[in-house]
């Protein structure tokens, strides 16, 4: 004799599927590696370009109110997760602006 499902079942099921997927884990040295290769061969590219954007006055203040509207939240007003009472439990973590591997461009 089979069993088949029926009613509001198959929604529960597929819902509990669909949410044991949902995970976020911090990445593996395998992950880490792909997207570091990934970053620097198809990403970012062309280290030795200069930057198309001139250093002055207005470029500085449209990119402080860039980083004050999109930044911010994440990395804090210094750059450094100072006040970000969620920083330290994201996953991948959010890397301080100022340090050495942002800086030179080799996140994670």
Do not use: W
């Not at 911090?26 to 280290?47: D, F, Q, S, Y």
């Not at 994201?90 to 100022?98: E, I």
Request: hydrophobic fraction near 40%; glycine fraction near 6%; include cysteine.
């Amino acid at each position: 004799m089979s069993r088949t499902i029926h009613g509001p079942a198959i929604p529960v099921l597929t819902l509990a599927l669909l949410l044991q997927s949902c995970k976020a884990a911090t990445p593996r040295k395998v992950e880490i590696g792909l997207m570091n290769a990934a970053k620097h061969k198809v990403v970012i590219r062309n280290k030795t370009e200069k930057n198309p954007i001139k250093d002055d006055a207005s470029a500085i203040a449209e990119g402080q109110e860039a980083f004050s509207h999109y930044c911010v939240a994440c990395h804090g007003l210094d750059g450094q997760n100072t006040g970000v009472p969620f920083a330290d439990r994201m996953s991948p973590p959010v890397p301080s602006l100022t340090g050495k591997e942002v800086q030179s461009r080799l996140l994670l």
